[in-house]
């Protein structure tokens, strides 16, 4: 279990603070949403969870199978729907890794990202399509 505290400073913005570590981030309301758009909108984060999540669970295959991953990269692009209600519609990613690996790597890292916790824990109404560029 772990406790995120979290607390509303005014203006649409938000302080999450990660009770393990104290680490602390601000949220703010994208611009196209009555906000500022200075720090990431909720709907980033989710975006970023995504992507990082992906990259993690990449990693913990590559680590295993001793897979050079350095350098990898995760471009996540998130689109919000055009009609009510307003909800992520796609989060689209691209996947790069720097270096040519045998097809049995790529498909370990292809099926890791793709099973990772926050992939398998988006609504089905968000389209999730992923690419994979190797080398």
């Known amino acids: ?11 649409l913005r938000c302080r999450a603070t990660h009770e393990p570590s104290g680490s602390t981030m601000l949220t703010d ?11 990431f909108s909720p709907t980033d984060l989710v975006g970023t969870a995504l992507g990082t ?3 993690t669970i990449m990693g913990i295959v590559a680590q295993r199978d001793d897979i050079d991953l350095s350098g990898t990269t995760a471009r996540v692009v998130k ?4 009609s009510p209600p307003r909800r992520i519609a796609s989060l689209t990613v691209e996947i790069r890794v720097p270096r040519q690996l045998t097809e049995e790597q790529q498909q370990k890292l292809r099926n890791a990202a793709l099973t990772c916790p926050v992939h398998k824990s988006l609504h089905p109404d968000v389209a ?4 994979f560029v190797f080398g």
């Open 79 to 82: 689109e919000m729907s055009a």
């Open 29 to 39: 309301a994208p611009k196209d949403n009555m906000g500022e758009g200075a720090h």
């Open 128 to 131: 999730v399509p992923v690419e």
């Open 1 to 11: 279990m772990v406790e995120i505290a979290i607390t509303y400073e005014g203006k």
């Open 53 to 55: 999540c992906m990259l």
